[in-house]
């Protein structure tokens, strides 16, 4: 069941999603090579919780027997990493990585979630392209995100554009709804066929994300019952807002407004 938000709700969802944007603005001004994943995410909690939020991340369990719950404040994902990346101590971020980080923050009852991927250094021309192809990609989908639109336009319209730069979408994971819960309805793939789905409502608050790989589709999960990488070893990209549908243009939510 997909949740319409009164104005105090949604006014609740603009606080979370403020201190989400606050992160990455703080993150991309501090993320630098030599140091350790394990750093960013100390960070990234000091953040969150100095702006009255909890890091919902941070033991969110997916229920399935023999996958710990995750243990961290953010997700980060280097290069051939899509997604769910662990932070440690021994993982060094080097010169010319591509760095992605997802994070989800949690105040009054709300959730804010986004996710970003930083060039770190001097960044090859193939790693800089995926990277603003990726975050392209979430602003071709929302152009469709209207009243009496359906979810599948969205869809639609960002596995279109990335196909036609000639990289690949993750199939397995997808946006999602957001608001009181991490994940609600709608599911929201990064592919799909216009005019299906759900029709778009004002007061919906939507977190769309863009998974792109470079190379081939395939995936692969590690060990760590968390980590996504690709199968092929080619490079991949994440760019995630928490949207909402109002009666003309979406509002995207974790973007610091100027």
């Known amino acids: 069941m997909v949740t319409i938000k009164s104005k105090r709700e949604i006014e609740l969802m603009r606080n979370a999603c403020k201190v989400v944007a606050i ?19 100390k960070l990234a909690e000091e953040i969150i919780r100095r702006e009255g939020a909890i890091p919902a991340e941070k033991g969110y ?35 010319g990585d591509i760095v992605s980080i997802d994070t989800v923050a949690l105040k009054d009852g709300f959730n804010g979630d986004a ?34 639109n359906r979810i599948g336009d969205v869809c639609h319209a960002i596995g279109e554009y990335v196909h036609s730069q000639g ?45 792109v790989i470079a190379g081939k589709p395939n995936i692969l999960e590690l060990d760590d019952g968390w980590t996504i990488v690709t199968e092929d070893g080619s490079l991949a990209a994440h760019y995630e807002n928490t949207i909402l549908i109002t009666e003309k243009e979406p509002e995207v939510l974790t973007i610091l407004k100027k």
């Open 61 to 95: 369990d997916i229920g399935i027997k023999g996958i710990p719950p995750f243990p961290a404040s953010i997700c980060i994902s280097i290069n051939d990493e899509v997604i769910h990346g662990i932070p440690s101590k021994y993982r060094t971020i080097k010169d």
């Open 115 to 148: 996710a970003r991927t930083f060039m770190i250094g001097n960044v090859s021309k193939e790693a800089k392209r995926l990277v603003e192809v990726t975050k392209q990609a979430f602003f071709e989908g929302i152009k469709y995100a209207k009243p009496g």
């Open 167 to 211: 990289y690949s979408v993750v199939r397995e994971f997808q946006g999602h709804g957001i608001g009181r819960q991490m994940h609600e309805d709608p599911g929201i793939p990064n592919y799909g066929k216009a005019g299906r789905g759900i029709r778009l409502e004002p007061g919906m608050t939507l977190a769309i994300e863009p998974m």
């Open 23 to 41: 992160l990455y603005d703080e993150l991309e001004k501090k993320i630098k090579p030599g140091m350790t994943t394990l750093e960013v995410d």
